[in-house]
């Protein structure tokens, strides 16, 4: 027998069925009596009472021409053992039953011959013309082997030599008829059945051995769906996906695993995970927890890149640290996405975390592109760059900024942050007025010395239950990088002032190593200049710090940023009066009564310092070099009041002024809140800038204008929702606003706190980027689960 033959599965049913033959010999009459009815949906081979059962060569690889080749030449070599070398019938079970239909057959020595009219009812009869006799097409092809010694088929005359005794052909007891009843026949006729249902199904053996492969993959991937969507549920949720211990005696093996354990008492699909799968393809490992996590951040970024590909976005980046001491820069796309409701159109999607090694211009340009271009998104079609202030990023010459506009953006023109431009105000302030900086010290003091010690937080909260004040007032830190925070901590000290004086006294009394700080912390906020300071700074912080709030919101769009800070900017100006002053400086008396403080009191001494040269003009200095004494209310007036507010006022008219770049006052021309509304020539920058037909443009503002004249919008948003109905007639017009609508005024959403480091990077890129999902995306997240897991090469458990 050749190699090739036992390539085939047939043949090693059959090449197992010769072994068995050879250690169990029996008698044709026995293995009568041990033949039964085989069913082809369990097993191509049985053996019933240890006697194997053989099923004569099928071709199982009906798609497979090699193979299917090596079949019928092996079923040929047995044909030919048992027919004599007869070539004019059925050789293989591919070949239908030799009936020919002659005039005449040849007769015998009785004189008698076949006849055609007894094919008809009997399809298993086929002649040979060669042989002159008749066959049995099932039990040559179907039927099943006698176990005698010599391997041979069993020695019926319609099997090997054929049939031609035609004179006992139609005997009831003999002939056809006996052939008919015989359990050999019965066994190959139903075999032959069987084999034609699963011919015409497509249902061989090796679809069978696929269905089961296919039916366990299927379960696999039922499984991993629920183990995703555990991951997903971690991601969103911001929690820790591992526990510290997860081995089996452990009561508490992680957020992961005991949410996969509280739902296995009600989902049979999650019990199957810890009871069904074998231990080499459970799921649940830290690598595949993490490569999940990784695959379905990257399915949300495909997503993302479809929904602004052709679109015009903004680059938003910036830099942060996280627990582990890692430098991250975050990526963020900012784009106009219209939605079924016609809200939130303006979208902030969150791409991810790049790891930083190298800090140089050139070294982050080309991360950044890099990564954005591994998600398919065309660079081409920034039309704005949004960062901090940093000269590595904003830098004119040799800034990413410069390197990534003469590279890849030509068109992404550099926007700085406004949340960071505000944190800079706050910063110089300080710089001009000494005692602000002071102030900043003790806030800061104050927190830290109450929060870092259980002992002394204990006597705060104490004390807060004494003046029966909610003790879930908390202090607040003031934060050099928290731009939002000034204010919160200045007011948190105001509300909560009483309680901390009294603490401070019981921590006095108390006499230990705490009461020096107590006593230092206690008499620097009992200073009448400290009162002042905070009452001012809690009054003018407090415009800011709406400002502020809303520098912060993805929604808020260039044009109406600046209305919003020059509507602060008059607001200021309109408190430098000795109106206004007065107004808050009695606020200040009521206070310093209300906690028993002596406003005649006098200051220590300090020296002033050096005012920078912009301030120069912007109040009356006294000489330089002297100390200053702060006695009376003039003394707050003209040293504290007015220096602070002309100091903020300077500030803000410098950073916020959109005058060095034409395109941004052009943006603000699209504003319907600005004097030079829809103003062609003001719109020209930002119309070049998008290649956008100007000539169009000019006869699309002809028309647009008469039309706005009786609507009240209020800012960018409103228009473009005027516009869309009208946006076929005014394609140029909608171009625009989706562009001033793109444009940034902040990065700070960037800032995403990394509270749990997780265990690689990809995750560390994964997680946010699976809790920052847009409304729209996270409705999918279903279907988005579904696709990852389609996706993925399933191992079947016995691989």
Known sequence: MSNNKRKTLDFYFSSTQKKHNSSHEQSNDADNQNVVLQSFDSQPSRVIDNEPVKISLINTHENISNENQQNVQYEEEINNETTGDTIDISRSCENPPAQPKLISYPKNHENRSFMSKWYEGRPWLEYSIEKNSTYCYYCRHFGAPTSSSNKKPQTDAFINNGFKNWKKALDKSKGFDQHLKSLGHILATSNYTLYQQRKQSQSNVINMIDKGRIEQIRRNRLRLIKIASALLLCSRQAIGIRGHDERESSSNKGNFIEILKWASSTDPIVKSIFEDITGNSTYLSPIIQNELIKIMADQVRRQITEKIKGKMFALLADESRDSGGNEQLSIVIRVVVPTNDNKDIIQEYFIGLIRLHEFDAQSLSKMIADYLIKYGIELQSCIAQCYDGASVMSGKCAGVQTILRQ??????????????????????????????????????????????????????????????????????????????????????????YESIVVALNDLIEEGDHRCIDARGILSAIQEPLFIVTMVILNKLFGSIKVLSDQLKSESLDYAESQFLILSVIDQLQNERNDTSFKSIYSAVLDFANKHGIDMNRKSKHRRSNTIPTRFKDAFITSTMGHRKEFLTEADYYENIYFPLIDAILVEMRDRFSPSNLAVLSSV?????????????????????HINCDQNHLFNELQVLQPMLQNKKLSNVNELYHEMIPLQEAFSNMMLMIKAAMTIPVSSCTLRIKQVNRPATYDEIQASPAMKSLPPEVTNEETEMIRNVIANIPIIPDDY
Not at 436 to 448: D, G, L, R
Not at 670 to 685: E, G, R, V
């Open 407 to 496: 590279s890849h953006m030509p068109q992404g023109i550099y926007i700085h942050c406004h949340a960071h431009r505000l944190n800079l105000v706050i910063v110089d302030v300080s710089k001009v007025i000494k005692y602000i900086n002071e102030f900043y010290q003790i806030i800061s003091k104050v927190h830290s010395y109450f929060i870092s010690s259980s002992v002394t937080n204990e006597y705060y909260q104490q004390a807060q239950e004494k003046l029966a004040l909610a003790t879930s007032s908390k202090l607040k830190t003031w934060s050099d990088i928290r731009w939002d925070s000034r204010w919160s901590s200045v007011n948190a000290i105001m509300l909560n």
């Open 668 to 688: 603000s021309s699209m504003s319907p809140q600005s004097k030079s509304f829809l103003n062609y020539d003001q719109l020209l920058p930002l119309a070049s």
